[in-house]
């Protein structure tokens, strides 16, 4: 009874928008629905990942890292409203080499496909990988080509004055990873992109 009292109490004085309502969908927001992707070994993420794109989700996040059942895990959450229809295809690249990420990046780039994330794994067999993927939109029959640079260094002040160098000449820093990898330690490794001219 006192409980009640004090609600009408506080909504007489707080005004109308106090009152609780009950969660409802709103009839202008279309629903989401979401699957998570998890595995342990990033060879059949790509395959899990154009799975889901074939029903119509399209990737949102990537995370990688020590989950509490699956142990080192890639996640990687998709979504999808109920209209979607099957559009993008996807590729992951994962190597723990500057070098090899930067011209697979370039190759795939110049396929069609265009970065969305990137996190840094550790596989169940102990080597540490920076994991990108990217997207294609198979709709767009000229997509924008990029040309992209990898930035990798142990120091952020290196870091700021790479950054600096690549835009000065135009490159858009599009995502970065803080983590050990087997390229050089803990490392920063920033990936940046820009029109292809």
């Given at each position: 009874m006192i409980r009640i009292r004090l609600i009408v109490l506080a909504a007489l004085v707080l005004g109308p928008g106090f009152i609780a309502r009950p969660a409802v969908q709103s009839q202008d927001a279309p629903r989401i629905d979401y699957r998570v992707l998890a595995t342990s070994r990033t060879s059949t993420m790509e395959k899990e990942l154009n799975d889901a794109a074939d029903l119509g989700f399209r990737f949102t996040s990537v995370m990688g890292g020590e989950t509490a059942i699956g142990?080192?895990?890639?996640?990687?959450?998709?979504?999808?409203?109920?209209?979607?229809?099957?559009?993008?295809?996807?590729?992951?690249?994962?190597?723990?080499?500057?070098?090899?990420?930067?011209?697979?990046?370039?190759?795939?780039?110049?396929?069609?496909?265009?970065?969305?994330?990137?996190?840094?794994?550790?596989?169940?067999?102990?080597?540490?990988?920076?994991?990108?993927?990217?997207?294609?939109?198979?709709?767009?029959?000229?997509?924008?080509?990029?040309?992209?640079?990898?930035?990798?260094?142990?120091r952020t002040s290196t870091l700021q004055k790479e950054l600096q160098m690549v835009g000065d000449q135009g490159y858009e820093l599009v995502g970065m990873t803080v983590g050990k990898t087997a390229m050089g330690g803990t490392e920063l490794v920033a990936i940046t992109r820009r029109p292809q001219r």
């Open positions: 142990g080192k895990e890639v996640v990687v959450v998709l979504s999808r409203t109920a209209d979607a229809k099957p559009r993008y295809r996807y590729k992951l690249l994962a190597t723990n080499r500057t070098s090899t990420m930067q011209r697979e990046m370039q190759e795939a780039a110049d396929g069609g496909f265009e970065y969305v994330g990137q996190t840094v794994f550790e596989s169940t067999f102990g080597g540490k990988e920076v994991v990108c993927i990217l997207e294609r939109d198979r709709n767009l029959t000229t997509p924008v080509p990029f040309r992209y640079q990898l930035l990798a260094t142990t």
